[in-house]
């Protein structure tokens, strides 16, 4: 079968200030060559956004990588507190899987008229601050609605489209985020499976059978979940009143298997203030450039974090609070999509295993146990009468067991 393969790139605001830091150390060459990181700095990056959403806040701690490394190092040990004008503080402890994420001891929301500042100090001794900064208004969002389009590449698909409206016209930045989980169905299930099972006879010998089992129900539909990981901004300040109408802020192709049966989004609106929105805005920019050895390099990114303990020391960042709006929708792929649209599709092929010609039948029976015990093949049919025992056939996991992509439990949320 046809196989469709998207590969997504995910703008991780961590990785991409990161990279653009490094890049400024490289040398543009027309030739293959090994990248290696002549000059490096270890700089504290620092991601969060906390809203007037009562919860438990997160502050997400990590260091810039070599280019060569890939990997984003994470900063352990931080002593983290949020400090509300009047004296309040609100403290942070570490997640305990080494993440470098923190989450506040206790919920709490970011309330309007009042000012908040975030204070740092990591395991060696440095001291951070930001600016102090205010909730902006929130604004609700009026309608958020799916329907058949087509994006600037001529490529058909969902676009996912909100309306909002505020008439203080007081909002005027806005950013997106979304969460997103989609149903889907592995096409080639069946009831059955088979497993292999060992024992041991009189004479100490290790004998292997098989025997059919039913397959579990939870193996052949299953739900997808997955975060927004890019930088969706937008202004009013060239419109006449603070109203955003049909803004498309999220496109999926037809033959996305997020689409092959039931879909889900629940999108998040947080209103910024002005200069929230220019450091993401600076940002995205960066991320959105054709390369990161182009001719002209970008500068550092300022954010509204600095180092008490030397005013010199470069910090990636912005403590921004925002007020926040949601708003969840559904909808199948048949009240959206035309039927003649392309769909998702595995790339799905049978793998038949059977005894060789003149091969030992327990010579067969540990090759087939081999293979069911990968958990690289899922069981679709049996066939007897061949010399030594049965000819078995497998189809790829992930077109018999849809675990692979999902969760077999629909979240709390859904709704068929």
């Given amino acids: 079968m046809k196989s469709y393969l998207k590969l997504i790139k995910y703008k991780r605001v961590s990785n991409i200030l990161t990279l653009l830091l490094i890049s400024s150390t490289m040398w543009y060459c027309v030739e293959p060559f090994e990248i290696e990181t002549e000059t490096f700095e270890s700089i504290l990056i620092i991601n969060t956004t906390m809203t007037d959403e009562v919860k438990n806040q997160k502050v997400i701690l990590s260091r810039t990588f070599r280019f060569e490394d890939s990997i984003t190092p994470p900063e352990l040990g931080a002593e983290i507190k949020v400090i509300e004008g009047s004296g309040i503080e609100y403290t942070f402890k570490a997640e305990d899987d080494n993440s470098g994420i923190y989450t506040s001891e206790n919920e709490f929301a970011i309330e309007p008229g009042k000012e908040y500042a975030l204070t740092i100090k990591t395991s060696d001794g440095r001291t951070y601050i930001s600016d102090k900064v205010t909730l902006p ?14 994006n600037d590449q001529g490529v058909e698909g969902v676009g996912i489209f ?15 985020e979304y969460e997103e989980t989609y149903r889907f169905k592995a096409p080639f299930w069946v009831e059955t499976d088979v497993r292999a099972v060992e ?6 010998e290790t004998e292997i059978s098989f025997e059919f089992d039913v397959r579990p129900l939870g193996e052949r539909t299953c739900y997808g979940n997955s975060l927004s990981n890019e930088i969706i901004i937008t202004d009013t300040n060239e419109l006449s009143e603070d109203r955003l109408t049909d ?9 996305d298997k997020r689409l092959e049966d039931r879909y889900s989004i629940l999108v998040k609106q947080l209103v910024q203030s002005r200069e929230a929105n220019e450091f993401y805005e600076t940002l995205n920019s960066f991320s959105e450039s054709e390369s990161l050895f182009s001719q002209v390099q970008p500068g550092f990114i ?15 960042g912005y403590f921004e609070v925002s007020s926040i709006a949601t708003r969840r929708i559904f909808f199948n792929r048949a009240d959206v999509l035309r039927e003649d649209l392309p769909s998702f599709e595995l790339e799905c092929f049978e793998v038949t295993i059977a005894p060789a010609p003149f091969e030992p039948e327990e010579d067969f029976r540990r090759r087939l146990r081999a293979v069911i015990n990968s958990n690289r093949l899922k069981f679709l049919a049996a066939a007897g009468g061949s010399p030594g025992g049965s000819v078995f056939t497998f189809v790829p996991r992930q077109c018999g067991d849809c675990t692979v992509f999902g969760k ?9």
């Fill in 302 to 316: 300022t954010g509204n974090i600095v180092s008490e303990t030397n005013p010199e020391e470069k910090v990636l």
């Fill in 408 to 416: 077999s439990n629909p979240p709390d949320f859904w709704v068929d």
């Fill in 162 to 176: 909100v309306n909002t409206f505020d008439p203080t016209g007081n909002s005027r930045y806005y950013r997106y």
């Fill in 199 to 204: 024992e041991t006879n009189g004479e100490g």
């Fill in 247 to 255: 803004f498309l802020f999220r496109f999926i192709p037809a033959d």
């Fill in 137 to 150: 208004q929130q604004t609700i969002i009026e309608n958020v609605y799916a329907k058949q389009t087509t």
